[in-house]
């Protein structure tokens, strides 16, 4: 398994073909308390770089972008009842969704944990 980082605060969790996808720690410490989490479709085709999903805290809306092309597999059902997870546990429980890796070589361009943390200094 395999943890990267983008610049706009997504991080993927590799495993195999699957690439799990949420906003880091530091996304969320900027965002503030989180109270609703838009979904992409499962089945949905996305780009890298488009708009995947949506997080609304008390300050602000923001998007969450597909740091890699892919097929939506699954999304995290449990943040519709419980979007505080996302301030609770960002990188853990609080996944958004799960693609499937349509073209590795975009995950070159992406940050291991040092970088991110460098990135965010």
């Not at 983008?6 to 949420?22: P, S």
């Not at 944990?113 to 460098?118: G, L, Q, R, T």
């Amino acid at each position: 398994m395999t943890v990267l980082y983008t610049t706009d605060h997504e991080w993927l969790r590799i495993e195999g073909d699957t690439a799990t996808i949420g906003i880091t720690g530091y996304a969320q410490s900027q965002l503030g308390d989180v109270v609703f989490v838009e979904l992409p479709k499962v089945g949905s085709q996305l780009t890298k770089a488009q708009a995947a999903a949506v997080v609304e805290s008390v300050k602000a809306a923001s998007d969450v972008y597909a740091p890699i092309t892919g097929e939506v597999l699954e999304v995290n059902e449990a943040l519709g009842a419980e979007p505080a997870l996302v301030n609770s546990d960002a990188e853990g429980k609080a996944w958004i969704f799960k693609l499937r890796i349509a073209d590795r070589s975009e995950l070159e361009g992406l940050m291991d944990e040092a970088a991110y943390k460098a990135h965010t200094a």
